[in-house]
């Protein structure tokens, strides 16, 4: 088995979200993948496998420290990106599809970025009064700061709190621990002619319950697209920051064209190849 470490998502280098993707782990079972997730540490980690769908490029399989994802953002162009260095070849030129837990996913190139088809969301609308007061509770917010509390969900059930500016985004002090799984987010605008135009920060809970923050998040930042762009708060494409309180600055480009939503981002190799000889 071969080990790959991409950054996704970096305004520069190493400022982005990490991601290991293993190739030739077909003989590897559920298990001893999360226990590999486990081991390496990072945010996701991805094993790149032969596709089941023909219609299909490769299929992977994506996990987490507390388990497996059926969807996740920048898994999913850190992998499309590890498999294009490998020598991969897509069916259909510029157009790469990958096969996932939620089905088949669009990627393609967009100059030197990779961007990915948001796939639909399983849930949206407003939270309901009990998650409001949760999310509130975990993420450290105000009430008096909520513009909107939202469900976010397109694997990830992730519960967002749009939040009256960046500063607020920022300013909040999550709670150490959270009932696994959990996934929250907060979004807020930046101040205009800045790098980007909305903050964005999120927040998981590892398999002891302790709550971590996420550095750059591609399957919340479709969601939030989708939210932003239905919701008439974004028109055309937009850029996202996220990342900046744990030491990452990280750069998501959305737009919304023909009425879907894409992702993008730079993805960049760091270490190609790693012998994982002990598996």
């Known amino acids: 088995m071969l080990l790959d470490l ?10 982005g979200n990490p991601l290991a993707v293993v190739r030739g782990g077909e003989d590897l079972d559920a298990a001893a993948m999360l226990r590999l997730t486990r081991w390496l540490g990072f945010s996701e980690t991805t094993f790149l496998l032969p596709p089941t769908d023909p219609a299909a490029d490769y299929k992977v399989r994506i996990f987490y420290p507390a388990g497996e994802l059926p969807f996740a953002g920048h898994p999913t162009l850190g992998t499309a990106h590890a498999w294009l260095a490998a020598g991969g070849t897509p069916k259909a030129s510029g157009r790469i599809v990958q096969e996932c837990g ?7 190139q967009e100059d030197e970025r990779l961007a990915f088809k948001a796939p639909p969301l399983i849930r949206s609308g407003p939270l309901d009064e009990s998650d409001r007061s949760e999310v509130l509770q975990l993420t450290g ?8 509390a939202v469900h976010a969900n ?15 985004v920022l300013a909040a002090e999550p709670a150490p621990r959270a ?23 999120a927040f998981f809970a590892d398999p002891t ?19 932003l762009f239905g919701a008439g708060l974004a028109d055309g494409s937009y850029v996202a920051t996220q990342g900046r309180k744990v030491g990452a600055d990280g750069r998501v480009r959305c737009s919304q064209q023909d009425d879907a939503v894409w992702v993008a981002g730079n993805v960049a190799t760091v270490s190609a190849g790693g012998d994982l000889a002990g598996w």
């Open 179 to 201: 009932p696994v799984p959990t996934d929250v987010a907060l979004l807020g605008p930046c101040v205009p002619g800045g790098p980007a135009q909305w903050e964005v920060r």
């Open 154 to 168: 397109n694997g990830p059930n992730w519960r967002l709190l749009h939040l009256e500016s960046a500063e607020a």
């Open 209 to 227: 319950g302790r709550l971590c923050e996420d550095p750059v998040t591609g399957s919340l930042n479709a969601a939030v697209a989708q939210y």
């Open 6 to 15: 991409v950054d996704v998502f970096g305004s520069g280098p190493l400022s």
């Open 141 to 148: 917010v105000a009430p008096d700061q909520v513009v909107a």
């Open 102 to 108: 939620i089905g088949l996913v669009e990627v393609r």
